[in-house]
């Protein structure tokens, strides 16, 4: 009996052992991987949430966005200024011409209605610290145009337009400058403002002291802003300005100081700004070397509209001396200086201008804006602007071709959204310059300039 048990547990084993032998042989087979789920995040930066995903492995919150804008845009064309004037230093013939200088055919050399095309993306990535939240901004834009008023001018182009990190009050890279109040406008054609919002934004290194209840001061260091093309002291001639250029720009040897205080609060928000701005230049007529220092400064209030989410009203002014550029009178309509699609002569904006009798003329500047924007419905938006301002040179000789400007212009902004991220836009403004006779010119003159520019565009963002 006990050999028959032996044998029957010995057999027993020996089939478990072959069974565990074959078993091993065979293919395992485990459960499935857990799934990788995209998290959605949302952090607040400067009161507003920035909403993304968690990029995996990280604590870092992205958020993807952008738009895509098609707009078509015409606008008044008169025939081109036939001016008879000689301008004369030191009994020397400096122009003479008897057309406007850049549109000398006419009207039959410049179109009448154009295109535009823009491409934004947008990447925002955010982490929360103890010192507060961790920002990455960057926007880039393509362009396209063809035409009148285009921002392709002509062709295509790919830029940086913003692209900042911000962090327990400092801010390093491009964006917006902190001594403007607001941007360009309500639509795409801008009223008078001293911008650097949404166009031509300087690099900047800067530090905002936050009070608590909305008040916070900021001291920010900036490159500097001068007129594209001609060296910030080189009188204007981009949009048909027949006066010549006195001087070229000497390097570069300090930022723009800006200084800023602002409130924002459930009424709205208000803000002072001012800056420093170092003028260098050597004088092409004389070889006299500039190195001063011009001054600006910018104030606005806006208020919101009780009851009408999305609506308010503002009113913003700015004042210059030997810094043009932030007088605001620069970036009106379409930055022609006054010379609205080349009718007539533009304003003489520089920084400074070399006399005859080896001094700096000194240009003054200042303008005011008003606009009011109302949302009818979550739909229709309407809104309203309108600016005003004027240049004024001082210890210009009686050689100096220099005028002195005014210039007005209103407008008027339209939106339909009737689906979530398309919006529908018609933008129509206008704008008259007067500009005064110089002394240096001689022959008939005519300063007036006035004209329109209305645009559709189609915009969609995600």
Request: aromatic share 12%; net charge negative; with cysteine.
């Amino acid at each position: 009996m006990t050999l028959i048990k032996s044998l029957l547990l010995g057999s027993a084993a020996g089939v478990v052992a072959v069974s565990a032998a074959q078993a091993a042989d065979l293919p395992t087979r485990k459960g499935p991987v857990a799934a990788e789920y995209v998290r959605i995040c949302s952090i607040t930066v400067a009161g507003a949430p920035v909403v993304g995903f968690v990029l995996p492995g990280s604590d870092t919150c992205l958020k993807i966005s952008g738009y895509i804008t098609g707009q078509i845009e015409g606008g008044n064309l008169k025939d081109a200024r036939h001016i008879n004037y000689v301008a004369v230093r030191g009994g020397t013939v400096l122009r003479s011409h008897s057309n406007n200088v850049q549109f000398n055919d006419g009207t039959r050399g410049r179109p009448s209605f154009g295109f535009t095309t823009r491409y934004n993306l947008t990447l925002d990535a955010v982490s929360n610290t103890a010192y507060g939240p961790l920002v990455m901004h960057g926007e880039y834009q393509f362009n396209h145009g063809e035409g009148f008023d285009n921002t392709g001018r002509g062709g295509s182009d790919g830029g940086l337009n913003r692209a900042y990190v911000t962090w327990a009050g400092l801010t390093a890279g491009k964006i917006d400058s902190f001594f403007s109040f607001t941007g360009g406008g309500l639509g795409w054609a801008n009223f008078f403002s001293p911008d650097r919002k949404g166009f031509n934004q300087p690099d900047v290194l800067a530090y905002t002291a936050s009070f608590g209840g909305g008040f916070s001061a900021t001291l920010s260091a900036e490159s500097p802003a001068w007129l594209e093309d001609q060296g910030g002291v080189v009188t204007q001639n981009v949009a048909g300005n027949p006066f010549l250029g006195s001087a070229t720009r000497d390097g570069m040897r300090f930022p723009d100081i800006v200084g800023a205080l602002d409130v924002k609060q459930a009424w709205g928000a208000a803000h002072v700004g001012g800056v420093a701005h170092n003028v260098r230049a050597t004088s092409t007529f004389n070889g006299t070397n500039l190195d001063t220092w011009g001054w600006a400064v910018d104030a606005g209030v806006s208020f919101n509209i009780p009851n009408m989410a999305g609506s308010v009203i503002g009113l913003t002014g700015a004042w210059s001396r030997n810094a043009i550029i932030y007088s605001g009178l620069v970036d009106g309509m379409w930055g022609e200086e006054g010379a609205v699609n080349g009718n007539g002569q533009a304003m003489a904006v520089a920084d400074a201008y070399s006399n005859n009798n080896r001094g700096w003329a000194v240009p003054e500047a200042w303008s005011v804006t008003g606009w009011a924007q109302f949302a009818v419905n979550p739909q229709v938006t309407l809104g309203v602007e309108g600016s005003y301002g004027e240049l004024r040179w001082h210890n210009t000789d009686a050689l100096t071709p220099l005028s002195d400007s005014k210039s007005f212009l209103v407008g008027g902004v339209a939106h339909y959204d009737p689906v979530k991220n398309l919006d529908f836009e018609f933008e129509l403004l206008y704008q008259n310059t007067q500009t005064a006779r110089p002394t240096s010119i001689r022959g008939p003159w005519d300063g007036k300039a006035d004209g329109f520019a209305a645009r559709f565009e189609v915009t969609r963002s995600f």
